[in-house]
């Protein structure tokens, strides 16, 4: 099947930057999109970022309103990776966050994959 690791969380001071990256293995034909959401203390998990394969009326990549302008999604499709830069961090962004993945595998079958879930934490 899929499996997704996960890698690059941490601690990281306020202001700072940190590099997630998730890369997917396995028999995978073709990924539709990536993305990242998060799940902070107490909240529920909510998307913070994805990415598509094709640009359409949604655009190449969406935001939620709390990282844009901080948060940059991108994606290798030569490794089916996909990065999130989160840039001048705030402690809001605080949580665990998951790699999601819509793929369409070997055959012709296809499926939502998701990561183990990494710690980011940001100190002030």
């Known amino acids: 099947q899929v499996r997704l690791v996960e890698s690059g969380g941490g601690l990281v001071q306020a202001g700072g930057s940190l590099r997630l990256s998730c890369t997917a293995s396995?028999?995978?034909?073709?990924?539709?999109?990536m993305a990242w959401h998060r799940e902070a203390p107490g909240k529920q998990r909510d998307q913070v970022a994805k990415i598509y394969n094709l640009v359409g009326s949604h655009g190449s990549a969406d935001y939620a309103d709390s990282v844009k302008g901080r948060f940059s999604i991108s994606r290798d499709r030569t490794t089916n990776t996909v990065y999130l830069d989160m840039n001048n961090v705030i402690p809001e962004d605080t949580g665990v966050y998951y790699c999601?993945?819509?793929?369409?595998?070997?055959?012709?079958?296809?499926?939502?994959?998701w990561g183990q879930g990494t710690q980011v934490t940001v100190s002030s």
């Open positions: 999601q993945v819509y793929a369409y595998l070997t055959g012709g079958s296809w499926g939502e994959y």
């Open positions: 396995g028999n995978i034909q073709m990924i539709n999109a």
